[in-house]
């Protein structure tokens, strides 16, 4: 059974800093390209970033990233421990949210079949 | 940048047919996914590559994608299916896209 576990939220000052990590099992994590996607209060799911797998090359862990948080947040993820992070800095008021941690369907698909239940990040002095 | 368009809310009765439409630029050429989205839950994944359903999604759920709009469809509508409803899809500029949901109320 495929789970993904998010954990790291909490109140942050703007301007902090947290990171975020999602403990995952359940399937072959260095496989799979991973995300993260978050929601704001009384708002819809917004992309943030992407992660991609392993390659049959050996290659992998290229970056993807929203506008909205680019050169904030750093995505990454540990194959050895089948963990994904986000590092964000600079918060603002606008990144609180709801941020889940998402599994790729696989290369090639670009949708997300599996969820976490998501961290809460509240950024406010 | 790519954009997808939903309409904010749909109200339908138990038992109707319920259509959600998603729009954007020549959409039809991609690949559109539809998540379920219920409060305090994750989301879930109704529809994928346009109109297949994973397992233990019932058969009320179908969907199509042509030309702009891509549209989710809840057949014999319960009131379980109540929920946010948001489509998907990725552009070529490596980014995913989330429609800005539809608030389905049954």
């Known amino acids: 059974e495929v789970q993904l576990l998010e954990s790291g939220g909490g109140l942050v000052q703007p301007g902090g800093s947290l990171r975020l990590s999602c403990a995952a099992s359940g399937f072959p994590f260095s496989n799979f390209a991973m995300a993260w996607v978050r929601q704001a209060p009384g708002k819809g799911l917004e992309w943030v970033s992407t992660?991609?797998?392993?390659?049959?090359?050996?290659?992998?862990?290229?970056?993807y990233y929203a506008d909205s948080v680019k050169g904030r947040f750093t995505i990454s993820r540990d194959n050895s421990k089948s963990t994904l992070y986000l590092q964000i800095n600079s918060l603002r008021a606008d990144d609180t949210a709801v941020y889940f941690c998402?599994?790729?369907?696989?290369?090639?698909?670009?949708?997300?079949?599996?969820w976490g239940r998501g961290t809460l990040v509240t950024v406010s002095s | 940048s790519f954009k997808l368009t939903q309409p904010p809310s749909l109200s339908v009765s138990p038992g109707q047919t319920a259509s959600i439409t998603c729009s954007g630029d020549r959409l039809g050429d991609k690949y559109s996914s539809w998540y379920q989205l219920k409060p305090g839950q994750s989301p879930v994944l109704v529809i994928y590559e346009d109109y297949k359903r994973p397992s233990g999604i019932p058969e009320r759920f179908s969907a199509s994608n042509s030309g702009n709009t891509a549209t989710l469809t809840i057949s014999g509508t319960q009131t379980l299916d109540e929920a946010d409803y948001y489509c998907q899809s990725w552009d070529s500029s490596a980014t995913w896209v989330f429609g800005g949901g539809t608030r389905l109320t049954v």
């Open positions: 998402a599994k790729d369907a696989g290369a090639g698909y670009y949708y997300f079949n599996y």
């Open positions: 992660i991609s797998g392993r390659t049959l090359s050996g290659g992998g862990g290229t970056t």
